[in-house]
């Protein structure tokens, strides 16, 4: 079955640089969360959209902004880079109104900010 | 500020016996509660779930425990085998459709053979 595709895997950045987070959902699914994944803390939500539209929003830094385009897919745009940046992001979707309510996570993109 | 937390970091069982995972969460406008195992670079993988109007739910070897007046949920897996070797994590969330996860800290379970 199709899960949730996350690129890049790995990507390394310099302080004050730019990176973008790409999302593509399971088929069907209407709905993206994003996660920030501190070494060795739980993931903390920052964002989700639903049918291309902002449901709600967390601790994302204003530095950070996201969306999700036509086909579901999802980016998030990370400015001015900072160390403490460095975590692993993941991508959640799920079919809003089918029953179960879990969240599909893909396998993370980890960023390093040098 | 911490609504969902698993106070154990981590837990060693042997093969074939039966591990307990705990979670405790703060907030009683929690609806609906998760669990998920996550490995080494992948992203967490869905367990099992329950919802707060029933306090148990079983899935083949792995069962989830539901005590709302102690704010207390538990993930039994019985039994254990070294496959199940992996980071847990409990997670809540707000209502029955779409909504936020929130997630504990996570526990280390190593399943010895």
């Known amino acids: 079955a199709a899960g949730v595709i996350q690129s890049p895997r790995h990507l390394i950045k310099e302080k004050r640089e730019t990176a973008t987070l790409k999302c593509y959902p399971i088929?069907?699914?209407?709905?993206v969360y994003w996660y920030q994944q501190g070494p060795g803390q739980d993931p903390q939500f920052l964002i989700s959209?639903?049918?291309?539209?902002?449901?709600d929003k967390g601790s994302i830094p204003d530095r950070f902004s996201a969306q999700q385009f036509s086909d579901y897919h999802s980016e998030l745009n990370m400015s001015s880079l900072e160390l403490g940046d460095s975590a692993l992001y993941f991508c959640?979707?799920?079919?809003?109104?089918?029953?179960?309510?879990?969240?599909?996570f893909g396998p993370g993109t980890r960023l390093t900010v040098l | 500020d911490q609504q969902v937390k698993q106070n154990s970091p981590s837990l060693s069982v042997q093969e074939g016996r039966i591990s307990i995972l705990n979670c405790d969460y703060t907030n009683s406008m929690f609806d609906y509660f998760l669990w998920y195992k996550k490995y080494p670079a992948e992203g967490p993988t869905f367990l099992i779930s329950?919802?707060?109007?029933?306090d148990k739910n079983e899935d083949g070897r792995f069962t989830v425990f539901l005590n709302k007046s102690a704010k207390h949920l538990s993930l039994h897996i019985v039994p254990s085998q070294p496959g199940d070797s992996a980071v847990y994590f409990c997670?809540?969330?707000?209502?029955?459709?779409?909504?936020?996860?929130?997630f504990g800290q996570g526990t280390i379970l190593t399943v010895h053979p």
């Open positions: 329950i919802s707060s109007i029933k």
């Open positions: 088929p069907r699914h209407d709905t």
């Open positions: 959640a979707s799920t079919q809003e109104g089918e029953s179960g309510n879990e969240q599909f």
């Open positions: 997670a809540a969330k707000f209502g029955t459709s779409y909504g936020k996860l929130t």
């Open positions: 959209f639903y049918e291309k539209m902002q449901s």
